[in-house]
């Protein structure tokens, strides 16, 4: 293992502020203006994967019409390969907590939800005796906002913030039409904010040490730190905070084998790079952005296979509601296939890689408006494993 | 006024009301682009993507009619990269569709094929993913059939079935590929809350839900010299008709649609409005026996509000809904099965014919009758009374299976017995109608005198779409034996569409509110708008249908059912009086509680 490793961060887990939720409490003391600003100082942009600036998020729920509104933490987590929310959530729960009370007193709320994967029902007991201790503490800083866990229904789609909400709202996970957007009509049809676990904690990071220090971390595009799932051909997996926009190289140096072929960054809705474009790939918003999400892949795998499975995925995890995604993956899925055992020429392969082009700009949600990301980058860059 | 924003579609500026759509605007500046799931009677879905277009600076290309416009929006309905997607989207739809057109009740009035036909689409671009598909058909209901492999899940019949009928039999089931149209644990439609409405029907854009058809059925006993065939035009037929054989809505065709069932083969043509009108008479007096028992002896058992029965998608919607409240429903059948009761035992004693040798056909607006038909109630002839129910589509389909030009026909009246009718019966086919004609009737027998209306219009009842109609009626001066309804104010109401059917009856069962009579209709519109009519619908086709009913209504030298001379003559001969002991027999039925799933 080489000398120079990436820096490792302590901010997301680190230890707790000395007093029970001293940050929330001197946040509360704070004016909504200066809480603002300060985040949009910071440059956070949200961590559940489509990376919208959060103060700017928080803004327009706070300028929007209305006296009833929602603050939901979006713990889903359902992107394979992704494990770090239910790290977060079981490590600094607290944080969490705290980062969705100072977002229900700068827009206004009166009520936070945390929507629980279905399969992280066993954090449950942990979370429900942190949140006594918040709402005791609410109850001593004379401040009213109340949060109850939700738990998902076990479906991907789940994941996305409309079929969030028709999901809480008892409907089928099926995700709206947008705009309009969350922060004017949300949960109930109300101003909503909704952020990733990760995201909230970062808050309570800018809240305490304030956004100068934390723009100390990252890039001009990409402030902070993040917490990666690293996975797949490594020695080493698992949760590592690091820096955002780290290259991908040095990463591969230090979490590879030594044989890594390729990186897929964000999932299976994410890109997967191959090994000759890893010194000039830049990990983060301005590169290749992550939910968190990093699978190592060395030369022994079958990229024909991973991206089957990939595409396997999403066509199973579809809500199926819109023509592009359900019938789409379909044909992606079958298209491979179709290539691969002959049944098609190769020259089909373009014929699909259009295709995923309209599924990217006319589907309905994220979902399948991302399955062109990890098709068009392994099948553009393995193609003769799609093949032969 | 709402605000108004500026926006440029295919280079034209124009300035629209916030809030519009880009479909909306682009449908005003006569620009049409295609869609599958949008349709004017329900909420937006955006699912099929078939409507994208071009937005500068954007990423994506938005839904147009999911999208509202924005202030200085730039949008490209017809560029290269719009065509190539949509294109796109109809090849994927076509890969997971069983798309034998030759084969396909559709054919040639369906729009995912019409979107096929203009884009070209003969190249198999994609994979056939039907053959492992195992797709469903649901043969079992006698009214409807549900075929999924015809279906491209635009959710319409879904929309439907809830907004506006609150009914939700059909629902999405499962995700991803799997993803499907279905009922409760995917049972058929037959055995589930569904009221056979039709109106999910009536929006479907292709063969996945249609009607099943009983056109050969018909010409085998048309053609069986043995038979006496006799048909029934509902009133909302003849308003409808022209619309599925080239003609614009709104047209009265009742002259050319006698001509054409006679040159079909009908053995004899008459008319449901005679049975309206006698439907009339029996539920007026129906509802003046429960006020009298109500009022005077005080029966604490009477029933009401009383509920008019027409309309069988409603009943079976109430049997459903609540069951508790099927004692307020006037025990009166529809006017299909009282002339299907009549037709075996009235008319075929007048023609000397015997009953098992008639054939009874009825010519419906309407699914729900086929359903109703079946009933086993509903062979108080001593056969099945009404054999074969036919909609005004399938109609249209054996006129042109004959060769008929339907325009060109000539004007022809109706048969007797049976075929004389009155304005009353002609406004069943609307919405308000059957209130409309009830009070005509009621308030002159209590009175002795004509409703106070100018030309007996009484628009207060005249129901309309989206809303339920509340109206009250003062009655003086009665005549003795009606003395206890002096002073009284008759509170009527009127609804249709089963959402707003929904709505009154719970008002009812909560008792928040104190009517005496109710009119329902399942279908919104009434029977204009049934599942049964031509298609497309929307809320103008339906208005130029309603014009044309009233239009009817006006021109008709009698107004009133009690002035039917054919009623007066059956009562004189036949059941001898209303509510008597035939009419019990044949023209009164009963109910049966149903599943609340
Ligand atoms: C298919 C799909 C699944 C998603 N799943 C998650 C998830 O599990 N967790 C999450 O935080 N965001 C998920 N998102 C993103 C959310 O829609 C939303 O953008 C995010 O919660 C916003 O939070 P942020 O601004 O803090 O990133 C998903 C999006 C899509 C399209
Ligand atoms: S893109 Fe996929 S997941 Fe999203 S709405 Fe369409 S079908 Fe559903
Ligand atoms: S539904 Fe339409 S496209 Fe499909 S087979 Fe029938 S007519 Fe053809
Ligand atoms: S026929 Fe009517 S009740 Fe039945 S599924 Fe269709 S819309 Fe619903
Ligand atoms: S049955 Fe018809 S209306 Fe319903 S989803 Fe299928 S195609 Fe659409
Ligand atoms: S018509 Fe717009 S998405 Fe279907």
Redesign the pocket.
């Known amino acids: 293992m080489s000398e120079s490793k990436l820096k490792r961060v302590d901010l997301i887990f680190g230890e707790y502020s000395s007093a029970k939720y001293k940050v929330l409490a001197d946040a509360l003391k704070r004016s909504n203006e200066e809480i603002l600003e300060d985040l949009m100082e910071s440059g956070l942009r ?7 600036p ?1 103060g700017m ?1 928080w803004k327009l729920a706070a300028e929007a019409p209305g006296k009833e509104k929602y603050v939901i933490c ?1 713990a ?4 394979p390969g992704t494990f770090k929310d239910r790290e977060i959530l079981s490590r600094v729960p607290r944080k969490v907590f705290s980062g969705m009370a100072i977002c229900g007193k700068v827009i206004g709320a009166q009520k936070g939800y945390v929507y629980l994967r279905g399969e992280y029902k066993f954090l449950l007991p942990e979370l429900t005796r942190e949140l006594e201790q918040y709402h005791d503490q609410i109850g001593k800083l004379g401040f009213d906002f109340p949060i109850e866990i939700k738990l998902g229904s076990g479906a ?2 789940c ?3 409309s079929a969030l909400f028709e999901s809480m709202e008892g409907f089928r996970g099926e995700p709206r039409n947008k705009p309009p957007y969350p922060t004017t009509f949300g949960f109930m049809g109300k101003p909503t904010v ?4 990760e ?1 909230f904690v970062n808050v309570v990071m800018i809240m305490r040490l304030g956004p100068i220090q934390f723009k100390l971390l990252g890039t001009s595009d990409s402030r902070g730190s993040k917490v990666f799932s690293v996975s797949g051909d490594t020695p080493i997996p698992g949760i590592y905070e690091l820096e955002l926009g780290m290259p991908l190289d040095r990463f591969v140096e230090e979490f590879g084998d030594g044989d890594t072929k390729a990186v897929q960054v964000g999932g299976a809705s994410g890109f997967c790079v191959p090994r000759k474009k890893f010194r000039e790939t830049v990990i983060g918003f301005e590169g290749v952005p992550t939910g968190g999400s990093m699978m190592l892949f060395n030369s022994s795998r079958s990229m024909y296979n991973v991206l089957h499975n990939y595409l396997n995925f999403f066509e199973e995890e579809s809500c199926g509601q819109c023509t592009p995604c359900r019938v789409g993956c379909q044909q992606l899925r079958k298209g491979i296939v179709a290539v691969k055992k002959g049944e098609k020429k190769a020259l089909y392969l373009d014929q699909l890689m259009k295709l995923a082009e309209s599924m990217k700009i006319t589907a309905k ?3 399948g408006q991302s399955v062109a990301n990890s098709f068009s980058s392994i099948v553009y860059n393995f193609k003769e494993e799609m093949i032969y | 006024m709402a605000k108004k924003v500026t926006i440029t579609i295919d280079g034209i500026q124009v300035s629209v009301d916030e809030g519009s759509t880009i479909l909306e605007t682009a449908r005003k500046l006569d620009i049409h682009i295609p869609t599958l799931c949008y349709h004017e009677d329900l909420c937006v879905a955006g699912n099929c993507r078939v409507c994208v277009v071009e937005q500068e600076n954007s990423r994506i290309l938005p839904a147009a009619c999911a999208t509202p416009v924005s202030e200085g929006m730039v949008i490209h309905t017809n560029s290269g990269k719009v065509r190539q997607a949509r294109k796109h989207i109809v090849e994927l739809l076509l890969s997971e569709h069983n798309a034998d057109c030759t084969k396909c009740y559709k054919n040639r009035n369906c729009e995912l094929q019409k979107l096929a036909s203009q884009m070209l689409t003969g190249d198999h671009m994609f994979l056939d993913l039907v053959p492992e598909k195992r797709y469903a058909i649901d043969l079992f209901n006698s009214a409807l059939i549900k075929d999924d492999s015809r279906c491209i899940r635009c959710q319409r019949c879904v929309r439907t079935c809830e907004e506006l009928q609150s009914v939700s039999a059909l629902g999405v089931a499962y995700r991803g590929n799997k993803m499907k149209i279905s009922t409760f644990f995917e049972h058929s439609l037959f055995e589930v809350v569904c009221t056979n409405c039709g109106q999910c029907v009536n929006r479907c854009p292709t063969g996945a839900l249609i009607e099943r058809n009983y056109v050969d059925k018909v010409w085998d006993a048309i053609y069986d010299p043995a038979k006496h065939v006799v048909v029934q035009t509902a009133p909302a037929v003849r308003v409808a008709l022209g619309e599925s054989l080239g003609m614009p809505p709104g047209k009265i065709v009742t002259g050319k649609m006698v001509t054409a069932l006679r040159r079909l083969g009908f053995t004899a043509v008459l008319d449901t409005d005679f049975t309206a009108d006698l439907t009339i008479i029996e539920e007026g007096h129906e509802l003046l026996e429960r006020l009298k028992r109500a009022l005077v002896d005080k029966d604490p058992k009477v029933a009401l509000p009383m509920a008019t029965s027409c309309s069988p998608g409603w009943i079976k919607f109430l049997e459903h809904t609540f069951p508790e409240l099927l004692p307020n429903l006037s025990t009166c059948k529809s006017p299909q099965q009282m002339f299907g009761a009549l037709v075996k035992t009235y008319y075929a004693q007048k023609r000397k014919l015997d009953p098992k040798n008639v054939v009874s056909v009825s010519i419906m607006p309407c699914t729900a009758k086929k359903f109703e038909a079946d009933r086993p109630e509903m062979r108080s002839s001593g056969y099945k009374d009404v054999d074969y129910v036919l909609t005004t589509r399938e109609l249209a389909i054996m006129i042109t299976q004959a060769g008929l030009e339907f325009d060109k026909l000539p004007d022809e009246p109706f048969d007797s017995i049976m075929g004389v009718s009155t304005g009353a019966g002609v406004i069943f086919g609307t919405t308000g109608g059957v209130m409309e004609a009830a009070l005509r009737t009621v308030y002159e027998v209590v009175t002795g005198r004509e409703v106070p209306f100018e030309d007996l219009n009484i628009i207060p009842v005249r129901g309309t779409e989206g809303e339920v109609r509340e109206a009250s009626l003062k009655i003086t001066k009665t005549k003795p034996e009606f003395r206890y309804l002096e002073g009284i104010e008759l509170q009527c109401v009127v609804a249709n569409g089963l959402a707003y059917a929904k709505q009154v009856m719970q008002n009812v069962k909560e008792g928040k509110v104190h009517y005496h009579f109710i009119e329902i209709m399942a279908c919104p519109g009434g029977c204009l708008g049934g599942g049964g009519q031509p298609i497309p619908t929307n809320k103008e086709i339906r208005n130029k249908r309603k014009h044309a009913i009233y239009e009817e209504d006006l021109g008709m030298p009698l107004r009133k059912s009690h002035e039917n001379p054919e009623v007066q003559e059956i009562y004189k001969e036949f059941l001898v009086k209303p509510l008597g002991h035939k009419s019990h027999e044949l023209l009164h039925t009963h109910y049966t509680p149903r599943k609340r799933y």
Do not use: H, M, P, S
Not at chain 1, 46 to 52: I, K, L, N, P, T
Not at chain 1, 194 to 197: D, G, K, L, T
């Open positions: 949200g961590r559940g994967g489509a990376g919208f959060t998020k979006n889903d987590e359902g992107e991907y789609i994941g996305e913030e909704i952020n990733n676990v995201t949600c994220g979902l």
